[in-house]
């Protein structure tokens, strides 16, 4: 920190081409902090001294103990910088005997000077504070005043974050604790945070708990939408079987009811589902029998109903998935709707006829005992004497035997004993056969089950891999920065005391700097030398302080580096602050260049305690935005570049 | 530098009211606004003068670019004096214009106010009128005077004889504060001072 106290050691004057009003006495070579209003070198010592001074060493223009004191030829004090505004803007009098005064009938009063720096004031730290808890008070010989103020608990400084004013005391907690830009760590989700979007983060926290809004369950926030998707029983959920035609909508919990209800109707919508995939196919269910209705002439589809031996069915359905189960399905309705509707549609159903015509069924089941399969079909002509003669073992007669009409009957009487003998059996296969059926459903539905417990936990083994690899993606991240920053501090460490920064979305930026949500940023570090003092550059694109809105301030800070304890401190050196002119023309290039010299009584110069030293050193007021936003050869693309030489004495 | 306008007036201030001359209740002054931009001043009327008694109020402004320029100040008490309208109150004074030295404070520019009541200037007159009579009718100046005092600085000297003129002047249906103008300005002669409130 450097203030511009005229009647102390004077800060080094000001070198920049814009650094300042042009008055050499308000110089703006300023710190981190506000320019004290106790060096304020307009007028005299504004300040309480102890005991209260002799009247003899105020400054009868501002009535304030003599800063820079200045005599006149006729005996008057006056402070340096009230006598020389009188005489500017007044008559060329004496303020206190009306006599002619000229500029060059002042000089400086160095007895008047020593006098008053040797008087003794109380600290008026902090500035505007009622409470008297909160004071400094303590008393210190007016010459030491700023060297106090460097150590004075109650100096405020700019927090290096938020750029609020704190006590000096207050500091290291403020950024602990209360600093709006601060970063803390979520402890739901331990991502950090900076403080002042906490709530924000809260209400978006991925780990936060939320209520779901179907079920009121409490969750983990971004569990929710698996939670949702597939646990909330309250969740609105279409039908599993919707794909299929179902259009029933409904709370999940209300889903197994559901299911449990409609199971016929799910796997007729299935069964369309499966008869519209064949066509797209252009399979044919029935070609693929041993006994197909068509090769008789009959259509399947208008005559659906197929009699089939007992033994063909289970084939269909062990095979499930394949495709001849697709006619085996449509076969099994249509034949369970077919059982429904017209259980007595005799001629074309002799085997399901069994009750109301015990004596077709004899020769049927004959048919049958000796072969599985057996086909109706209507109108067929052929007589069936061949049964009657019990040529019952003949394969060609066999196919058509089953396919018995009415006048057939007849027949069947002449022999009524060989059918009581088989009418029993018959009637038991067909029961077992629909029961078959049934049970060949079953088993599907058991299959599918099981099929989706699979599923489900085969998707459980693959969300544990993901998971494990989200963690590995994380760590892997976490080493990647790690070496990124290594990878910059060697970066920074070779520069041999030369580092460029660019500074890019310079707009975006700056308007940020302008809205007051970042106001000021830090380069990353770099070196004097490999082994040599660690700094950053802080700019403040939208200047601060008094230079907020009118300049561009530049400021070097000084970091705890590896090697601190191989250096000398307080740093004693060069630096070189400047911004570059990007001009294409190197000839037209004109870059803003300032050199500043360590001054070793300032804290900025001192061994940094801090991860970064609070105190910076540079200019408030380094460059007039006009010029650099006026000009399009200091920000190119976007990007600003500053460069700093660092150059320590050795 | 407003602010060091508004440090010295602190001072000033602090100054002024532990000083001799307000101990002695022979000048006062008192904050108006917050921000030392206006105050409120009072001068006692010089011992052994026309004004001897009378507590003149005195309106103080303080410009942004002081010490570096004079403060504004004018009387709020009606008086008569060569140097100060009777109408406004301004004052002619030239330590309050060009003769204003950075030196000057409050507390001399009241006691320099106190100064000027006791010895008037009045070839550099502010009031003409006033002027006028104080060189060509010095009695009937000091008379006047210290009737103004008497009634608008509650100064203790009666003027009978005045005061009954204006309480005539005033029941031929004038306002009391014209009638004492017009009749003192037309050294109390009641039909000058009558004509000239009618063909005003």
């Known amino acids: ?650 | 530098m407003a602010n060091i306008a508004e440090a010295r007036i602190r001072r000033e201030f602090k100054e002024v009211v532990k000083s001799e001359e307000v101990a002695k209740c022979h000048i006062k002054v008192e904050l108006v606004n917050d921000n030392y931009t206006e105050l409120r001043g009072e001068i006692i009327g010089p011992p052994d003068t026309a004004y001897d008694g009378g507590k003149f109020i005195l309106e103080i402004k303080i410009p942004d670019t002081y010490p570096f320029n004079p403060p504004k100040v004018k009387f709020a008490t009606k008086i008569w004096h060569p140097n100060i309208s009777s109408v406004t109150g301004a004052i002619c004074l030239d330590i309050l214009k060009d003769q204003w030295a950075a030196a000057m404070t409050l507390r001399t520019v009241l006691l320099s106010l106190q100064a000027l009541l006791a010895t008037a200037e009045p070839n550099d007159p502010q009031d003409a009128v006033v002027a006028k009579q104080y060189k060509e009718n010095q009695a009937i100046f000091l008379q006047t005077a210290r009737h103004w005092t008497n009634v608008y600085a509650g100064g203790p000297h009666r003027e009978q004889v005045l005061e009954q003129k204006v309480e005539q002047v005033k029941n031929m249906g004038f306002e009391e504060h014209r009638a004492r103008v017009a009749l003192s300005s037309a050294n109390w002669d009641p039909e000058r001072a009558t004509e000239s409130l009618l063909n005003s």
């Not at chain 1, 179902?246 to 589902?273: A, I, L």
């Not at chain 1, 003998?421 to 459903?441: A, G, H």
Request: glycine residues 6%; negative net charge.
């Open chain 1, 1 to 650: 920190m450097a203030y511009n106290g005229s009647g102390l050691p004077r800060t080094p004057p000001v070198t920049g081409q814009y650094s300042s009003s042009g008055s050499s006495d308000n110089s703006t070579f300023i710190p981190d902090l506000d320019v004290h209003p106790a060096f304020d070198t307009s007028s005299g010592w504004d300040l309480e001294f102890v005991p209260q001074q002799d009247e003899k060493y105020n400054c009868s223009i501002c009535q304030c103990v003599l800063r820079e004191p200045m005599q006149t030829e006729c005996g008057h004090r006056f402070c340096r910088a009230c006598i020389l505004k009188w005489l500017r803007e007044s008559d060329r009098r004496c303020p206190v005997d009306n006599q002619y005064l000229d500029e060059n009938q002042l000089f400086q009063d160095n007895f008047a000077k020593r006098e008053t720096l040797d008087l003794k004031v109380r600290c008026p730290n902090p500035l505007n504070s009622a409470d008297k808890e909160q004071r400094c008070e303590q008393i210190i010989t007016l010459n030491k005043l700023q060297k106090h103020f460097q150590d004075c608990p109650y100096t405020t400084v700019l927090c290096p974050n938020c750029s609020k004013g704190i006590y000096q005391c207050h500091l290291s907690e403020h950024l602990q604790n209360d600093c709006e830009q601060r970063k803390i760590q979520c402890s739901l989700c331990h991502q950090e945070v900076v403080a002042n979007k906490q709530k924000e983060h809260d209400e978006n926290c991925p780990e936060s708990f939320m209520q779901c809004p179907n079920c009121e369950q409490s969750l983990i926030r971004h569990k929710l939408i698996q939670h949702l998707n597939s646990d909330c029983p309250k969740a609105y959920v279409k039908c599993s079987f919707h794909k299929h035609g179902c259009e029933f909508e409904g709370e999940r919990q209300k889903m197994m009811e559901h299911d449990e209800t409609s199971v016929v109707r799910h796997v007729s919508m299935m069964n369309q589902t499966l008869l519209r995939m064949c066509a797209a196919i252009s399979f044919n269910p029935i070609t693929s029998t041993t006994h197909s209705p068509s090769s008789l002439g009959i259509p399947a589809i208008e005559n659906p109903v197929v009699g089939s031996g007992a033994a063909s069915f289970p084939s269909y359905f062990i095979n499930g998935a394949s495709g001849s189960a697709v006619p085996g399905l449509t076969q099994l309705l249509n034949h369970l709707s077919q059982l429904q509707i017209q259980p007595v549609t005799t001629a074309s159903l002799p085997p399901i006829s069994y009750t109301s015509m015990p004596i077709q069924s004899v020769s049927y089941a004959a048919n049958i005992g000796g072969q599985e399969t057996v086909a109706a079909a209507e109108g067929h002509d052929r007589n069936i004497t061949g049964d009657e003669q019990g040529d019952l073992t003949n394969s060609e007669q066999r196919n058509s035997s089953g396919r018995t009409r009415y006048e057939d009957t007849k027949s069947f009487t002449s022999k009524p004993s060989d059918a009581n003998n088989f009418e029993v059996p018959i009637d038991t296969r067909l029961t077992s056969s629909n029961d078959y059926q049934f049970m060949s459903i079953k088993s599907q539905n058991d299959f599918q089950n099981e099929s989706l417990a699979k599923h489900d936990h085969e998707l459980m083994i693959l969300k544990h891999q993901m998971e494990c690899q989200e963690r590995l993606i994380r760590e892997l991240k976490g080493k990647v920065k790690t070496l990124e920053n290594n990878v910059q501090d060697f970066e920074g460490r070779n520069g041999n005391g030369v580092y460029v920064w660019k500074i890019k979305n310079y707009q975006k930026l700056r308007r940020e700097a302008e809205k007051g949500e970042t106001t000021a940023i830090h380069s990353t570090s770099f070196y004097s030398s490999f082994y040599g003092y660690k700094l950053c550059i802080r700019v403040n694109l939208n200047g601060v302080d008094a230079a907020k809105g009118t300049h561009l301030s530049l400021f070097i800070h000084f970091m705890q580096g590896e090697y601190d304890d191989l250096l000398e401190w307080p740093f004693s050196g060069k630096i070189v602050l400047t911004v570059i002119d990007q001009n294409p023309i190197c000839e037209m290039r004109n870059h803003l260049t300032e050199t500043l010299h360590s001054k070793p009584n300032l804290a900025a110069f001192q061994r940094p305690t801090s991860f970064r030293n609070h105190k910076g050193f540079g200019y408030m007021e380094f460059l007039p935005l006009n010029v650099i936003e006026g000009s399009s050869t200091y920000i190119k693309n976007d990007t600003l570049i500053i460069r700093a030489n660092i150059t320590p004495n050795s």
